[in-house]
């Protein structure tokens, strides 16, 4: 289809279709311009005459009731306290009655408004579909014209493609000859990063479990495959070497044990372990000594 035909085409739909929404959107406003005001009569809808008739016989019968009471009061005689009482059941009821022909009025005119604004909203909808009409055909013109001068640059951007794919590849062949390069620099810092990181472990863990063994706990060297019997010994030959004990704290011992038994014994060697003076096992030592006779 040549492009002149096409317009034709175009020109055609957009007399047929041009205003159609805009003759419905007229007929609406106009409907809307005169319309009749609001008018609501409550004497002349039947549901209010119902209530105004239901709420009347309440308020007379209420009345008289409320009457009758206010007057048995007074042994039966009429009084002005009755009559007032009388008056004010009456009037709740009609002021009830008005409550409800309020809200029926509210009612009324809502529907009114509401409809109104129907209306309203109508037109708008149809202004907007005119106008969507109308923008939708011009888009259509507009997409032509695109469409022709889209081939074209379709064309001048496949001969534009063609000499970038030849860069491209070139640049493709170097990028891959560097990179290839920057993996094999990158590889040789990994294993060197890799290889240090394995030295330095293994030191901190020589240096850690030889702080342990100072401390007596030779596990750590025998999970690094150390051979810990000789330390071994000489930390079971120090631990079971007796203490060295300054002579004055032996002898207040003896005295304490012998003059105030075994728990004053014990308390004195504790206060001498708060104080710095004595270890567990010389504590331990002393106890032995005394309760199985022997001397240190």
């Avoid at 008018?39 to 009731?65: E, K, M, W």
């Avoid at 048995?72 to 009037?91: D, I, K, R, W």
């Avoid at 993996?183 to 850690?208: L, T, V, W």
Wanted: aromatic letters at 10%; proline letters at 1%; a negative charge.
């Amino acid at each position: 289809m040549s492009v002149k035909k096409k317009e034709e085409e175009l020109l055609e739909q957009e007399q047929k279709q041009t205003g159609s929404y805009a003759q419905m959107r007229d007929e609406l406003l106009e409907g809307l311009l005169n319309a009749e005001p609001f008018a609501f009569d409550l004497n002349a809808d039947a549901l209010y005459r119902q209530y105004r008739d239901a709420y009347t016989r309440q308020g007379l019968a209420g009345a008289r009731n409320a009457y009758a009471g206010a007057a048995a009061l007074t042994g039966g005689y009429a009084n002005s306290y009755a009559e007032s009482v009388s008056a004010q059941t009456y009037n709740s009821y009609m002021d009830m009655l008005n409550e409800r022909g309020t809200e029926m009025y509210d009612a009324a005119y809502k529907r009114h408004t509401d409809a109104n604004s129907d209306r309203l909203a109508l037109i708008r909808l149809l202004n907007g579909l005119d106008s969507e009409e109308y923008d939708r055909l011009q888009d259509e013109k507009k997409a032509q014209k695109e469409a022709e001068q889209t081939a074209y640059d379709r064309q001048q951007d496949e001969k534009k493609a063609q000499k970038e794919a030849e860069q491209t590849a070139y640049d493709r062949l170097q990028d891959e000859k560097e990179q290839q390069r920057k993996d094999e620099n990158e590889q040789y810092d990994r294993d060197k990063d890799a290889y240090e990181a394995q030295q330095a472990k293994q030191k901190a863990d020589y240096d850690f479990a030889f702080k342990m063994a100072q401390l007596g706990d030779f596990s750590y060297l025998k999970k690094l495959g150390a051979d810990v019997s000789v330390l071994e010994k000489e930390a079971a030959a120090k631990e079971n070497a007796p203490e060295k004990i300054s002579v004055t704290i032996q002898n207040t011992a003896e005295e304490t044990y012998c003059y105030y038994g075994y728990y004053s014994l014990v308390r004195y060697l504790d206060r001498q372990i708060a104080y710095g003076q004595l270890t567990e096992k010389g504590k331990n030592q002393i106890i032995n000594a005394l309760t199985s006779g022997s001397r240190w």
